[in-house]
């Protein structure tokens, strides 16, 4: 079975650091891999999604993320984090073989400081 | 505009009541999933579904049971046998093979009184 592994539970940055917030995967065919964003209270709005062809893929809120095949990684990257990025952050990686069943990592929680 | 309606937001139960959390779509997707979700832990799928009048138990079944009567609709019901209902609930939407991620609902938030 497909798992997630986001390494980092909580993570500070200064409002215009550069950010990079870990995803590790194990699954053994080319996995379709997320990053999805939850704001306290609300439901997961999806922020990108890579399942074939280049490997760094762009998006929303100027995010982005590099799939890593020898790494069995996925990173989300952005340049200069805004204070309205705080909230928690969810690698997800669906099993194409059964069912589509998305299997989410733990989350990490980004605290933005002024 | 297409989307996924949870209702009620917010839902209090008394120990030995069942309550059902409901879900909609309007987007025309297959698949409906429900997960569950608890801080530090993530998301955990309860049960899923592709097709109308068919469904699967995900990885956490027990004390809970769905229905899929309706493409739109895939009601929860949280039975007296969960333990531990206190939780946010959360519903989604997918096309099959869930190529393109799924769409969430805001979510319902159960305690239990």
């Given amino acids: 079975a497909q798992s997630v592994t986001q390494p980092d539970i909580h993570i500070t940055v200064s409002e215009g650091a550069s950010l990079e917030l870990r995803c590790n995967y194990s699954y053994g065919a080319t996995p379709y891999l ?24 762009q998006g929303i809120k100027g995010f982005e993320a590099e ?25 997800a990686v669906v099993d194409t073989g059964t069912a589509s069943k998305l299997t989410f990592g733990t989350g990490t929680r980004l605290q933005v400081t002024l | 505009d297409g989307g ?14 069942n309550v059902t959390l409901s879900c909609e779509q309007n987007l025309n997707h297959d698949a ?9 832990q993530g998301l955990r799928l309860i049960y899923y579904s592709q097709i109308v009048n ?12 769905v229905s899929r009567e309706k493409k739109e609709s ?4 949280v039975t007296s046998a969960q333990k531990n209902p206190t939780a946010f609930y959360l519903c989604a ?3 099959p093979q869930g190529r393109y991620g799924y769409t969430f609902g805001s979510g319902t ?4 009184v």
Avoid at chain 2, 109 to 112: D, G, M, P, S
């Fill in chain 2, 109 to 112: 938030r159960l305690t239990v």
């Fill in chain 1, 67 to 91: 799939f890593k095949r020898s790494q069995s990684s996925f990173n989300l990257r952005k340049p200069s984090v805004h204070w309205s990025d705080a909230a928690e952050y969810f690698c």
């Fill in chain 2, 74 to 77: 895939f009601p929860l019901t």
């Fill in chain 2, 4 to 17: 996924i309606t949870q209702s009620p937001k917010y839902l209090f139960r008394k120990e030995g009541q």
């Fill in chain 2, 32 to 40: 409906m999933y429900w997960y569950r979700q608890d801080p530090g």
């Fill in chain 2, 54 to 65: 068919d469904f699967q138990k995900g990885d956490i079944a027990e004390g809970y049971s």
């Fill in chain 1, 34 to 57: 997320f990053w999805y964003v939850q704001s306290p209270g609300q439901g997961l709005q999806l922020l990108l999604k890579y399942f074939s062809g280049d490997t760094l893929v």
């Fill in chain 2, 93 to 95: 939407s997918s096309i």
